[in-house]
């Protein structure tokens, strides 16, 4: 009989293979097209899971996985990684990204005054909500990102997203997949100021690395992992707004964030997915001189991969901190929105 | 080394006290006040918790209890049990809950067309969403009910939701709680025909007792369980819509559902939170002459109970059928929109 | 000195030229795109106004005309001519247009209470709204309607509507034009059971012809008058209300309306706009085996014809069969949406 | 025979009683509450109108003022005056009030690509939006303010604004009535620096006597007008905007507006309604050391004044500084929204 306490390693090695990564001191900023081009295809997934595939990543998170994650558990406490979705939030309007708008249709005040017609004195509340599906804290989905009219698996953009929806990949795909081992690496801790990164910080596969040597065994990143880095600049911006000067452009401005070089790391992990405590997953501004996402567009239409954004990592990582355990069971199911390219999400880690 | 695939029993015991309920056919049909302020009466937790309390029921769910939930983890098969979240849902706008809204801000027509205006090749689809908080599978918040205009623990109700929200108890103050040991009592299976109870049918202790004594040792309900409760009706409705009938009256109208007599038995297992795959919960048309939802007026501001509604069933209950296991571990933490008296979730169950 | 209360006639003559047209047993029900292809050619207003042009048959509707349309104006009633924008309004959800969602900000329970914080006892209300742009009353913009991918003026469809709007023709380029001599045709009074024409039935030149003779010289229609056509089915529609059978199908079910063989005769007649107090302006079903509203397809994108729907013309057309007097001045400014293919509005007409 | 050109006098006289008006400087800056029931009390209309009124000072826009105002139409030029309705707005999200969020439901890039799945080559763009009421060019209704409590005629605010909405004075009660006389008092041209008035200036009577007599005859203002006011101060936002700097505290920040002291003379002209090119109507910062908005607490619930705000006065100013004519057509009809306490408009002069 297994000890429980110590998990099991018999599912496939977590290892990274020893392998070189590009340094970001080579790549070429004025050729973004190519460097996205040449990782792309060192990087595709398209056609491993057969033709019909809409789950890319997730194919690696399997059931043994998952048993695996369950197994991590052992006093239950529990750990909430969602943003609040309100109307204070970060969203400053970018591409109509707004904040969400929260309404009610019932309110205890017309409860108590008797204005809502209900027999025996019960009353009710009820609320609206109006929002972007990347408002906070979310999943991007496979039909989220297209490279040159490409979506995932090699199907064209628009036989997938019209402005119906998401009629291959939505995010209902995946709903009932997102829940496994995950695995924290606090980059902002290992390698930052005070747990902090700076904005425009790119790390880099040799970051990652360095991180899980200092964070030890538990922090081992491999096939069907749900990753997480945090770069500490939420803690940042939280710190502006408690002291009433805003969020200013955590959504969407400078920031730390995974190196485009990272590409061939998340590639060969076979993780499942990889969620920041940033705006964009990425480093912004990017590496290239004009450029937008790059590694958006390796990641997502190429590798299949689920990005999650807006994530609130600092609790969990204060945790593994006290504790020096970096994984863990996550549950991150988005909610099932038909045809969505995203959806929101409040992840539950439970150690 | 205790044999994780047993269950631990130091637990609480989750025998429910060996008494007596309320016989439904002793309930007085032209008096839902008296029967709901006695009842109200005999199963408050009002102080409880303390005066400042906002978790109600969820404060039987502590750590403890979820490592016991995450124990039972044995295959690593995992279960959403959220419905979809689109325009063809089952609403049909009774207090203005309509369907969900879905729509694109970017498309991959557009993108594939070449019209975003990114940089090297990369295109993007995102996209909004308006709905109801109780559109689809959700929580019912302890904002959500009201009994002669006080809520959960006492407050007034206008002190607690105005036209901005829940101030006391938003559902976002629950957001890091709902994950722990999950038992479903498939009461249509048990006890309907075909796995499904008629409209109308009303559950009651009785009932569940039955249910569990059929389905053996893995069905005790006791503290701090999340309990799902399957009457089939969503089955039926499903059939209704693959025929091309429509989702009928499943939003509000006729319904088997628990039995306002379950008051007693809902608070004497100290669950944490009880969910069925119906619209409203309980039983419709109700058991009294003229009477709306009397079991939410007692459970909600009075037991301080999480409801859940809505919720999706059927995959879970005909593999827990299959194996005779009804316990699992369950991850159904509610979106934290600040402020809401209720929110959409998509519940993970994990065998 | 001119006497005012005789309107101008040196305007352009409004008499529709002395012509035949095409009879609706001549079209062949099978061949929808034959008949569409024929009357796009013959009516085609491209580059009529120029290669920039946004306004299409806008540009009947000048100062001058206004200037009539004021100077009809005698007695000073007034009439809106838009439904009411709600919850319960006729939507039935087709390709997500659904009705209203009107939601309160701040209410007057909660300023009475005194929760909303601000001084001396001033207390407020606000209110958001969720809604189609097409919900109830509007107007058609000009990049509603595709032919063959094409829009308005020869322009590509993508070229004019993504997923940011309508950068061309939207709303927005109208705002400040519909306003001029509006004349109502009241085909259900004069040709009609009880006022209404049954559902199905085509109005046909033929018709409006026979219903000007009927109605008198007020009723002539001419270059850019703004043309209103009442079939009476909404009056049908709202007795089916009163007697708590809903809407029916009043939103998109079978209707009267125009036939497909008017094409040409509101090409000649060089009107600014037209509107029906009907769902889709045109009869339904439509007069081809298999179509969808094929006397769109050639009015807006190739006559740059405004169309009007779900108009509210009863109160205008009692006065109007009472006085004898079938024009007046009609303010119909549409919101100014910007990039909207189509807005809503709350017509006025004064007599 | 009138002659046209010659506005009817017979009509009752605009000259405002021969009186004089508080000067600002003898306010109580701190007893905001002593001055608003002083004033309250000497402009009520409360019964006026009988109990049942839902109009207010519409009671004083009659047929013969509509049609007064008709005559007044000259050239037929028409100006529209409202702002956009757009998510690049003014509004910053104060109390939810956020920019309007428009989306599309059907494209052009999807018509253009043949995803829509319509026959005979037709495609179509179909569009939604969400936004307050208030986010651009509105009326406030009379259910938008209330007096401790009160709304308009004496009603309880909890009898007339719940969350279903306002179920008793809801601007739909307006819907046909705001069309007559307007008139323009362009104080900013008047009595500012290159036309505009700066923030914080309080316009009293007296200055709005200056400028009636600066601007003559067609600027006299009486019952059953509908009055203009502009500040200038939308002119100054946009060229703001225009500059790169954005809207800054255009919504809600400090402005020109009316001084509290005009309670007296609007009450006193008997005018329809009163507009202006700014957020709030009345001078920001208020003229009380704590206050909000104290001169809306006098016209709206005691008055039962219609005040419009965010209105565009700027071109159609232009041309009437040139022609020396303040005097138009104007058509305002709200968006009859079932309940609302306000609602947008596109307002139309015609000159």
Known sequence: MPDPTVPDRTVPDRTVPDRTWTDPAELDRGDPEGAIAAAAKRCSNWGRWGADDVL????FLDDAKRAEGARLVRRGAS????????ADGPQ?????RTNPVHTMLDTGTDAERGVQGFPHGIGGADDVIAMPLQASTQWDGLGHIFDHGNAWNGRRAGDVVTSLGDAVTGIETAADRIAGRGVLLDVGRALGTDGELPDGFAITPAHLEATIAAQGDTARVGRGDLLLVRTGQLTRARRSVAAGQGWGDYAGGPAPGLSFTTADWLHATEIAGVATDTWGFEVRPNEFDVAFQPLHQVCIPNIGLFLGELWDLDALAADCAADGVWE????AAPLPVTGAVGAPVNPIAVK
């Open 56 to 59: 890319g990543t997730l194919n």
């Open 328 to 331: 863990f069971f996550l549950a």
């Open 79 to 86: 750990f909430s990684l969602s943003q609040r979705f309100d």
């Open 92 to 96: 400053k309007g970018w591409r109509r």
